[in-house]
T-cell receptor, first 116, second 115 residues
Framework: KAGVTQTPRYLIKTRGQQVTLSCSPI?????VSWYQQTPGQGLQFLFE???????NKGNFPGRFSGRQFSNSRSEMNVSTLELGDSALYLC???????????????FGPGTRLTVT | AQKVTQAQTEISVVEKEDVTLDCVYE???????LFWYKQPPSGELVFLIR??????QNEISGRYSWNFQKSTSSFNFTITASQVVDSAVYFC????????????FGRGTSLIVHP
């Protein structure tokens, strides 16, 4: 079974630009979550999508948004990039058959975003 | 609000030593889940274990073992006879049952195993 895939793996953008990151979950997984990982703040939850609906959202500004498609694939978008948005963005999927909060998550390799 | 503390930022050991990674959590909820994940240099977090708040049984899986103690709000992870391949950053995480699902991760402990 293929794991979680994320594209692109590396990205360099300039301040003020916008970026879209893509995540394909494990087949059959209905929940997709996004995280931002930085040396300073650690691993922070961005948002979670379940059946094309944003179910939960972390404490990030509105510049960070996402969506999920009917095939469970997800994208996240960051508009008006700032230097502080440089980070590893991780996507994780889980089975969530019963919307169980305790599902383990399976992570992708991440997208390394550098904002200059 | 919940909190997860991994006080050990970095641990360095020599191969075959035993090592324990500490995790202390805070929550007012009585039903919650605790996790450990491993992040090797490749960057991909790998799920290791899940424990719900009603199951305080310790667990052993090969060289890995976990000690969950509600009385001290700790969920510690021990690697016996460490190997170089164990070198990674290990994260402890907490999620609550029901309601808003926003997992809280600790800052991680970087384990370096020297040959």
């Amino acid at each position: 079974k293929a794991g979680v895939t994320q594209t692109p793996r590396y990205l360099i953008k300039t301040r003020g630009q916008q970026v879209t990151l893509s995540c394909s979950p494990i087949s059959g997984h209905r929940s997709v979550s996004w995280y931002q990982q930085t040396p300073g703040q650690g691993l922070q939850f961005l948002f979670e999508y379940f059946s094309e609906t944003q179910r939960n959202k972390g404490n990030f500004p509105g510049r960070f948004s996402g969506r999920q498609f009917s095939n469970s694939r997800s994208e996240m978008n960051v508009s008006t990039l700032e230097l502080g948005d440089s980070a590893l963005y991780l996507c994780a999927s889980s089975l969530a058959i019963y919307s169980e909060q305790g599902d383990e998550q399976y992570f992708g390799p991440g997208t390394r975003l550098t904002v200059t | 609000a919940q909190k997860v503390t991994q006080a050990q930022t970095e641990i360095s050991v020599v191969e075959k030593e035993d090592v324990t990674l500490d995790c202390v959590y805070e929550t007012r909820d009585t039903t919650y889940y605790l996790f450990w994940y491993k992040q090797p240099p490749s960057g991909e977090l790998v799920f290791l274990i899940r424990r719900n708040s009603f199951d305080e049984q310790n667990e052993i899986s090969g060289r890995y073992s976990w000690n969950f103690q509600k009385s001290t709000s700790s969920f510690n992870f021990t690697i016996t006879a460490s190997q170089v391949v164990d070198s990674a950053v290990y994260f402890c995480a907490l999620t609550l049952s029901g309601g808003s699902y926003i997992p809280t991760f600790g800052r991680g402990t970087s384990l370096i195993v020297h040959p």
